[in-house]
C-alpha cells in the first residue's frame, strides 16, 4: 500500500545535507513527512540550508553542526539528539591525483569523511537503534563503489569499502529489526560536479556512457530514498542499490 511509503512521525538525520546530494534528500524526506535533523561543519552553511528548507518543510527542520569523523563529537551528537529513526550516511569527499602522486594526508582524509564517518554513526545512532528494535540506515555510496576511473583510486577504495561495511552492519544490526542498505548515484549534476557538467567533452562521455543517455538529477535519488527509509522496505537489507542511469549494468 502507498501508505507504506509515509514517513510521517518519523526522525531522520541526514549528514553533509548542508548542500548538493545531502540537501535534496534532507528535503525529499520532508516531503515524505519526515523530520530532518540537518547535519555538516559548516554552520553557516547549515543554518542558510535550514532557513530555506524551514519556509517550505511538511516535517519539522533542525540543524546540528559536528565533525562526522570525531569519535566524540559524533557520541555527544548522538546523546543529544536520542532517538533517530532513520540515518542517513551522505558526508562524503574526493580528491584526485595519479596514484604515483597522491598524498598520503589526502587518502588518509578521504578514507576519514567517507568510511570512518560512517562506521562511528552507524555504531552511536546504531546503539539507540537497537534498543528500540526499529531504525533504518542509508549509505550514500557510488558507482564507484564498483567501478573505477584514473586518478581516484583511494575514492573507489573507500566507496567500495562502504558496500561491505553495509554488509556488515546488516549482519549485525538486522536482527534487532534494523534495515541497512547502500544507495549508489551514477554520475549527477550538482554544485560539486558543475565543472565537469560544463566540460562538453566529459558531458559527451557521461551521455555516451550511460544507457539513460544524461547526467541524473538529485530528485532520482529522492524515490529510492524514500523506499529505503520507510516500512515499504522492511525485508530489504545489506543491498547497494545503484542509481545510475544503467551505467553499471552495461559494457
Given at each position: 500500500?502507498?501508505?507504506s511509503?509515509?514517513?510521517?512521525?518519523?526522525r531522520?538525520?541526514?549528514?553533509?545535507?548542508?548542500?548538493?546530494?545531502?540537501?535534496?534528500?534532507?528535503?525529499?524526506l520532508?516531503?515524505?513527512?519526515?523530520?530532518?535533523?540537518?547535519?555538516?561543519?559548516?554552520?553557516?552553511?547549515?543554518?542558510?540550508?535550514?532557513?530555506?528548507?524551514?519556509?517550505?518543510?511538511?516535517g519539522?527542520?533542525?540543524?546540528?553542526?559536528?565533525?562526522?569523523?570525531?569519535?566524540?563529537?559524533?557520541?555527544?551528537?548522538?546523546?543529544?539528539?536520542?532517538?533517530?529513526?532513520?540515518?542517513?550516511?551522505?558526508?562524503?569527499?574526493?580528491?584526485?591525483?595519479?596514484?604515483?602522486?597522491?598524498?598520503?594526508?589526502?587518502?588518509?582524509?578521504i578514507?576519514?569523511?567517507?568510511?570512518?564517518?560512517?562506521?562511528?554513526?552507524?555504531?552511536?545512532?546504531?546503539?539507540?537503534?537497537?534498543?528500540?528494535?526499529?531504525?533504518?540506515?542509508?549509505?550514500?555510496?557510488?558507482?564507484?563503489?564498483?567501478?573505477?576511473?584514473p586518478g581516484?583510486?583511494?575514492?573507489?577504495?573507500?566507496?567500495?569499502?562502504?558496500?561491505?561495511?553495509?554488509?556488515?552492519?546488516?549482519?549485525?544490526l538486522?536482527?534487532?529489526?534494523?534495515?541497512?542498505?547502500?544507495?549508489?548515484?551514477?554520475?549527477?549534476?550538482?554544485?560539486?560536479?558543475s565543472?565537469?557538467?560544463?566540460?562538453?567533452?566529459?558531458?559527451?562521455?557521461?551521455?555516451?556512457?550511460?544507457?539513460?543517455?544524461?547526467?541524473?538529477?538529485?530528485?532520482?535519488?529522492?524515490?529510492?530514498?524514500?523506499?529505503?527509509?520507510?516500512?515499504?522496505?522492511?525485508?530489504?537489507?545489506?543491498?547497494?542499490?545503484?542509481?545510475?542511469?544503467?551505467?553499471?549494468?552495461?559494457?
Amino acid at each position: 500500500m502507498l501508505t507504506s511509503f509515509d514517513l510521517t512521525g518519523r526522525r531522520a538525520l541526514v549528514t553533509g545535507s548542508s548542500k548538493g546530494i545531502g540537501r535534496a534528500l534532507a528535503a525529499g524526506l520532508l516531503a515524505a513527512g519526515a523530520d530532518v535533523v540537518l547535519n555538516a561543519r559548516d554552520r553557516d552553511r547549515l543554518v542558510a540550508t535550514y532557513d530555506e528548507l524551514e519556509q517550505t518543510a511538511r516535517g519539522r527542520v533542525e540543524w546540528r553542526a559536528f565533525d562526522v569523523t570525531d569519535e566524540e563529537q559524533v557520541r555527544a551528537a548522538a546523546a543529544e539528539l536520542g532517538d533517530i529513526d532513520i540515518l542517513v550516511n551522505n558526508a562524503g569527499m574526493q580528491r584526485r591525483s595519479p596514484i604515483t602522486e597522491f598524498p598520503t594526508a589526502d587518502f588518509d582524509q578521504i578514507m576519514a569523511t567517507n568510511v570512518r564517518s560512517v562506521f562511528l554513526t552507524s555504531r552511536e545512532f546504531g546503539r539507540l537503534m537497537v534498543a528500540r528494535g526499529a531504525g533504518k540506515i542509508v549509505t550514500v555510496c557510488s558507482v564507484q563503489s564498483l567501478l573505477a576511473r584514473p586518478g581516484i583510486a583511494p575514492y573507489c577504495a573507500s566507496k567500495g569499502a562502504l558496500t561491505m561495511l553495509i554488509k556488515g552492519l546488516c549482519a549485525d544490526l538486522a536482527p534487532h529489526g534494523i534495515q541497512v542498505n547502500g544507495l549508489a548515484p551514477g554520475y549527477f549534476d550538482t554544485e560539486l560536479t558543475s565543472a565537469l557538467v560544463a566540460d562538453p567533452e566529459f558531458t559527451a562521455w557521461v551521455e555516451k556512457r550511460t544507457p539513460a543517455g544524461r547526467w541524473g538529477d538529485v530528485a532520482d535519488l529522492v524515490g529510492p530514498l524514500v523506499w529505503l527509509s520507510s516500512s515499504a522496505s522492511d525485508f530489504v537489507n545489506g543491498q547497494t542499490i545503484y542509481v545510475d542511469g544503467g551505467m553499471t549494468a552495461v559494457l
